[in-house]
């Protein structure tokens, strides 16, 4: 079965890096025009937008806050002035924040973390859904976690906005549904990106954390673009509403298979 996103406008936010650049170059590959945003390195978002070009592919890049409901809007009004709309959002945008125990936590940080993933869903859903509502057509996929229902001490702002992004998800399907617009999420688990170089350039750090999975290794990039790209995709035309976990089993409570 051939995937083809030909013809379709995709938005990613996050795009420059990790996950997001991987979901950009995946749904270029499979014929998409792709437009991401930024948030620092416009070498990095160059990078990307060159790589889709060289493949034969249509990409522009846009530096944007998807914190700032004006950041928002503005790059949303750039795709429209480029190509008149979009067919697809993937919302990848967000940061885990540093470390810190609840009680210890700086408020102001605290709350950074729920302003980029949850309330940056949040207004990159609501700009997608003002375009696809009227047309009666579109899909978003926002990228959640497993941290969605498994906690991670030392970062309950990471957890409590990809659960929110979660129930973010179900209730906007719920809403777009009537207007044949699919909202679902994709919930990566330990993807080996640059992010956590820190844990899979540790020979020791790599073997606990593989206890943590099922499937025994980290995930690759390719892996969750792949899927992400089949999602948007009208091979998942019947799937709204949820979250999907690639995750190697992670949230199969891998420590139950050595006894309980």
Known sequence: ????????????????????????????AAGAKVALNY??????????????EAAGGEAFAMKADVSNPKAVAKFFAAVDKRWGGIDAAINNAGMDGERALSWKVDFADWMKVIEVNLAGTF???????KRMVPRKH????NVSSVHEVIPWSGYSAYCASK?????????????????????????????RTPINKNVWSDPEALEELKLKIPLGRMGEPSEIANMAVALISEVASYVSGCSLFVDGGMTNYPEFARGG
Not at 10 to 24: D, E, I, K, Y
Not at 40 to 51: D, F, G, I, P, T
């Open 163 to 191: 659960a929110g992004v979660s129930m973010l998800t179900k209730t906007l399907a719920q809403e777009a549904a009537p207007f044949g617009i699919r909202v679902l999420a994709i919930a990566p688990g330990a993807i």
């Open 138 to 141: 579109g899909v978003i996929l």
């Open 1 to 28: 079965m051939k995937i083809s996103l030909a013809s379709k406008r995709v938005v990613v936010t996050g795009g420059s890096s990790g996950l997001g650049a991987a979901m950009a170059v995946a749904a270029a």
């Open 39 to 52: 948030s620092r390195s416009a070498a990095h978002a160059k990078s990307v937008v060159a790589q889709i």
């Open 123 to 129: 207004l990159c859903s609501a700009e997608a859904l």
